[in-house]
């Protein structure tokens, strides 16, 4: 029997009610961790497994990168209704010249990958990608659609933040939000602590889960093939990407954050709440313009129903039960990560293994509806 | 057993029919009404209860809201592609000065309802109400999504209809489309009709039901309780709102009309046909458009496909059998109202006991089909 | 039982087990064709009943339609920007003045058919329905949503190309595209072929499938029936409507085309690939832009998801196994037809019978998807 660990604050018994009655119908060898800040103080911090682990969060990774953006544009350097080639020139090739910043870190340019297979190492450079995309059509008509781009939306923003800035978005983020607070959450996981990771897990589908996943199997040019970069020997699975350690040592921006829940949670905590006397980084207004709706409907690329916000995902929209203008950042292994602004509310989440069927772990829905229950009657 | 009274036309036996065999499986206590109108003439006037009862219809008003708007673009009062600033400076606020009055009717402004919470007092006032909204920021991106904004359109509707003509929406309804027909469907009920009103009853979902209604329950701060205004104490259910002489006396422009069926389907049939040697209220240009499809796709706040025309809702999508171009409005407690103007018919449905789940009732579908057939075969 | 015939090249004798399996599971007269070609060069070509049949393939025709456009615009003659009413200035009627080429070519234009019932003559002929046309408000919003234009699309574009030309679309197509390569595929079937056409059988639906076509079934008026002009007693069914010498005459088109599979597969290689020696006739750059998606989302007339390109539908979208920028179309009767640009890949089929439900037969996902396969595989 997996063993819980961590504390909850008074009134948050729930929480670690409904996380041991989940983890209790795990496999013996789950490793996961919750966590949850609310006005700032951390008021719940349980895991199974070890403190101190880190592991991968795919593309949470996405939220440490667009809460740079956030800061860049609240500060006036970036400016959302420009066009990207006013940052970067080359960027307007191939019909591209009108897409605003707003339009591309909502998942509407349509460079959802590039147009021939790339390497692993390809896919743990952001500026190599970012050169490569620059030059492409977009796949759908830029205002007609929107698509997930799931592993070079970082590219794509960062260089914006190089362009503008002169420093890349991991060193931007490490400067202003990781470091100052002291956050388990990494874009470049430093060497000294790569102690700390758990590898990656794969997932450990049903027969019938891996008949599904087989059906959904698609060919190496297709649309999800490309955003998602299955198309090749190379990097291989999604799993094998986070466990080389040049993925982790770069902090790629679409996928390579390493984190703990604690990390997670953290860092949605400094950015809407005060804490530890610190102002919270984002000011009313900037919290409202990136947690609000700007793509919604079918999801070109997951084919399903989907909404963004400016780079976050509208979490609002996916629980219902949260507040109006919630966002955050799910991850393939199954992590989620978001921030409730009107409940003061945020959260974090990891896991070890893989879960089926890939993005946001199903164990959040439920996690995250006693977490906000709890949080409203305290 | 439930009696069913009134008369139908010659070809529309199988009206009756259907009224009766769907009355035969409600409650002993079912009270509702029917009524159609054919090319201006009384087709259908079927009830159970009182012959001259009046029901709350909740969302039914906006049909009369924006019949209101309609007249005055035909009269070049309003202009729809100008922007609601234009009429209302204060709208400018928070990034909508761009919004138009197009936009805004067809549920794409984003302002769904007040960002934090308001007493029954306010829900009932127009005037209060929009003056909280014209300073709110978009709960999404204008332009990229619409949503039901369901307590407050007629309240942004409105407020453009005061600035453009001194009088207030129910003002103008009152003197240009009530009380020249002596419609029996009231923005604003008189004191002297109070004992012609039947206070409305709550739904009586089944176990199963009540799971399900209870599953859909959000959080006080999600966009379906901003919407819908399910935040707090007050104004406590829908049901108890229409039972507050306060909001009947007011005729909140979302919510607060009393009609019979025989006034809802009688203010189309004015609206679209020649009645007593009356012009139609709508010329055919002006009923075109506000018949055209605006907004189509996943409603954000329904999470659901929804379709509006200018106002009204695109009935032609959500009863496929209907022409294109129909359009009307339904209501909470489950009525429907609509007009099918290339079959010159109209409809008008009440009933007292909400319908399980919510919104137009889900008996509207085949009335509204043996209607429809009954009146092309005549 | 039914029998096959043809050849398959070195690698795809799966798909002639594939189409053998599934005929297997047809009627005793099931009539039908498959035909790859990759690269340029024909790698299978199957058929159950005579070698050289043709068959109407109703809405496939608006590939040879839209392969046109995509010459001229290729050509500089079409400008994808330009306002309809640019080529055509009786089109800028009833507010549809801003409505480009683009945007009419996408289902975008709301012109879905006439505003009243139209005989079977007048659905033949293109030039009198672009007329009537002309002069009529759009359904929808233009830009709002986008629908199926069934049986006027052709119509509409073609009206363009006539008056960019002065020849009509068929003309252009027979000189440029069908003539050179011999392709069995014809706007207007000449007299002296009429031997080889095989006419159009009904569909043999189960007495379940019949219920849901006949719950399907819309009245005359709705945006369903206008659109495919199921109106009234002409020209009856679409059956009929192939079956008419006329119709093959003219070719009209948006579904009046008649083809052999290895006309549909043959025209997409002369589109994309080099063929005995000829240069492609698409550019690298046009193929991009036709296949890009335009609109996607809920088809307000199909009403379910759609996705298409510049005239022809988004392949890709349909089959997600097949390689991004896929473009083609289907027909009534089961016809599909489609060019993978980045396999190199075309394909064709036809069927005598109509297929249930109707649209691009059930089949063709299955067979679609062994020919993926075995050309990724050769």
Same mark, same amino acid.
């Given at each position: 029997?997996? &063993? ?14 409904? $996380? ?7 496999? +013996?060898?789950?490793?996961?961790? !919750? ?61 591209? @010249? ?15 990958? #590039?147009? @021939? ?21 977009? $796949? ?15 590219? !794509?923003?960062?260089?914006? /933040? %190089? ?7 991991? &060193?931007? *983020? ?17 060497? &000294? ?19 599904? !996943?087989?059906? +959904? ?23 094998? $990407? ?47 313009? /990136? ?28 629980? #219902? %039960? ?31 293994? $893989?879960? *089926? ?13 006693? /977490? ?7």
């Amino acid at each position: 029997m997996v &063993e819980i660990n961590g504390t909850v604050a008074d009134g948050f018994e729930t929480v670690r009610e409904e $996380f041991a009655a989940f983890v209790g119908g795990e496999q +013996a060898d789950y490793e996961g961790q !919750l966590c949850v800040f609310q006005d700032g103080r951390r008021v719940v911090d349980l895991w199974a497994g070890d403190r101190d682990a880190l592991y991968a969060v795919y593309s949470s990774t996405k939220g440490a990168a667009h809460l740079v953006v956030a800061l860049l544009v609240q500060d006036g350097i970036l400016e959302l209704d420009r066009e990207v080639a006013y940052y970067w020139p080359e960027f307007a090739a191939a019909g591209k @010249s009108a897409v605003t910043l707003r339009e591309l870190i909502s998942h509407r340019a349509g460079l959802i990958g #590039p147009d @021939s297979a790339y390497t692993g190492a390809e896919l743990s450079d952001d500026r190599a990608l970012a050169e490569r995309l620059a030059a492409q059509r977009p $796949f759908w008509r830029p205002g007609t659609a929107f698509g997930y781009h799931a592993l070079v939306i970082g590219a !794509l923003t960062g260089e914006v /933040v %190089f362009r503008a800035t002169g420093s890349t978005l991991q &060193e931007v *983020y490490e400067e202003r939000v990781r470091a100052p607070y002291g956050l388990d959450f990494f874009l470049g996981l430093p060497e &000294e602590l790569e102690g700390r990771f758990r590898s990656v897990q794969p997932m450990l589908p049903t027969p019938v889960q891996q008949a599904e !996943l087989d059906a +959904a199997l698609t060919g190496p040019d297709s649309l999800g093939s490309i955003s998602f970069n299955q198309r090749g020997p190379e990097p291989g699975s999604l799993e094998e $990407f986070a466990n080389l350690r040049a993925v982790r040592a770069a902090g790629q921006a679409s996928a390579g954050g390493i984190a703990s829940a604690r990390g997670l949670a953290g860092m949605y905590a400094a950015a809407i709440s005060e804490v530890d006397g610190r102002a919270p980084l984002l000011k009313p207004d900037t919290i409202a313009e /990136v947690g609000q709706i700007h793509s919604v409907g079918r999801d070109l690329i997951i084919r399903d129903h989907g909404a963004f916000g400016l780079g976050f995902q509208a979490t609002a929209d996916k629980y #219902p %039960f949260l507040g109006a203008g919630s966002f955050g950042h799910s991850g393939a292994a199954g992590s989620q990560a978001f921030a409730d602004p009107r409940a003061g509310l945020t959260y974090g989440y990891t896991r070890r293994r $893989f879960a *089926y069927p890939g993005g946001a772990a199903p164990e959040n829905e439920r996690l995250a509806y006693v /977490v906000h229950r709890a949080a409203r009657a305290v």
